[in-house]
């Protein structure tokens, strides 16, 4: 049996080489069958890796696919400018559509226009399917059969989640036109409402990234009429569920 600060150790070591979310199991699997520790050790390892990060450049946080370590948001400004390039910017449109695929999965692309009252052109399902924020959860039972779509384990990653419990309330958003103005935003209609942050660096961007999820119009009550849903996501959560069947 592994000592607590070996244990800690090497527990702080895997996640900084792994560079992505390391769950329990995959913690589990850099141990021997006879050093193998339980899950409880493994959460108390990464509680007192928390606990020694307060106040430091970087923190261990928990997203949707496991622990990471990650620049603390307060440094992000000036870790950013380790890269030349600008961080991608995505349009008002491309945000909204995510919003409402977010807050009211399972979701049809023809459910979403009716919401926003304007078509949502294919390169931006296109764009949420590449950079596998939103998956095709199954077909509505209409004619046409339509795809639903609802968010990914990704998604909740980047955005910094671990459920869609914690997306903000719809009596929490605030007015488009005020986030507009705090972004200063020259033109919303084609500028971004968020900032993308660097896998490299992990830089979160939750807090900041969450308010384009602000532009969602209606209530996060489901659509109804699902034919076929897969639920693989949630059978691979550790214990912890979402609303609309996708993580």
């Not at 090497?10 to 792994?18: F, K, M, P, T, W």
């Not at 532009?215 to 897969?230: H, I, K, L, Y």
């Amino acid at each position: 049996m592994l000592a607590t600060d070996d244990l800690k150790n090497i527990v702080e070591a895997a996640l900084l080489a792994a560079g992505r979310p390391l769950s329990l199991d995959l913690l589990q699997g850099l141990f021997s069958e006879l050093e193998c520790p339980d899950k409880k050790q493994l959460r108390t390892a990464l509680q007192a890796l928390e606990a020694d990060y307060q106040g430091r450049g970087i923190e261990i946080v928990e997203v949707a696919s496991g622990w990471r370590i990650q620049v603390g948001q307060a440094c992000s400004p000036w870790v950013s400018r380790l890269w030349d390039e600008r961080p991608a910017r995505y349009s008002r449109a491309l945000m909204e559509t995510l919003a409402l695929i977010a807050y009211r999965q399972p979701i049809t692309r023809g459910e979403v226009e009716d919401i926003r009252g304007v078509s949502v052109s294919t390169n931006i399902i296109k764009t949420l399917l590449e950079r596998e924020w939103v998956r095709v959860l199954g077909h509505r039972d209409v004619p046409g059969k339509p795809a639903l779509y609802g968010t990914t384990r990704d998604f909740l990653d980047y955005f910094g989640l671990k459920t869609l419990d914690e997306l903000p309330t719809l009596a929490e958003l605030r007015d488009l036109d005020e986030i507009n103005r705090e972004l200063d935003l020259e033109n919303p209609d084609q500028t971004a409402a968020g900032t993308a942050a660097y896998d490299a660096a992990a830089v979160p961007q939750a807090d900041a990234e969450a308010d384009t999820l602000d532009a969602v119009a209606g209530d996060p009550e489901n659509a109804a009429g699902v034919d076929t849903v897969e639920t693989d996501l949630a059978a691979e959560s550790d214990g912890s569920s979402s609303p609309g069947g996708a993580q």
